[in-house]
């Protein structure tokens, strides 16, 4: 029996992060595209997002359920310890600082500023090397 380490622990966080944000982008883009469920009370929680969504309906809902897709995707290799896995979430991060950096830029001060110092942080994670080399053979390798 081998003893999980502490970058074990926090590999196992961003996979669970992974397959969360895959289930919150399922049900956004669920709802989006299929109105008038019970799902739709989940918008309780973030309302404005969804005044803000919700003209769109398809439109937007579509690109949610892929980006759900690809969310669980990523999170699936991710946790084979797959190096397309750890590419994949590389991928969906670097997008996320993007993004974030160009919602600081066009007023969201300071929600772009928080978001991309989180996303920014966790992009930093991914790429510690002891991180990295647990993908280096697609799941042969520890994390030391």
Sequence with gaps: MVAQTK???GVTAVGVFLFFGATMALLAGTTLVWRGTILDRAWVVNAA????LA???Q???????LLGAILVVAGIGWFRRRLWGWRLAIAIIVTQVLGDLVNAFIGDV??????FLIAGALLLYLL??????AFASGGASRIG
């Design 55 to 57: 003209h769109f309906g």
């Design 7 to 9: 970058a074990d622990g």
């Design 128 to 133: 510690r090397p002891q991180v990295r080399s």
């Design 110 to 115: 300071v929600r772009g500023g928080v978001g």
């Design 59 to 65: 439109t937007i809902g579509i690109p949610f359920l």
């Design 49 to 52: 997002a969804y005044a803000r």
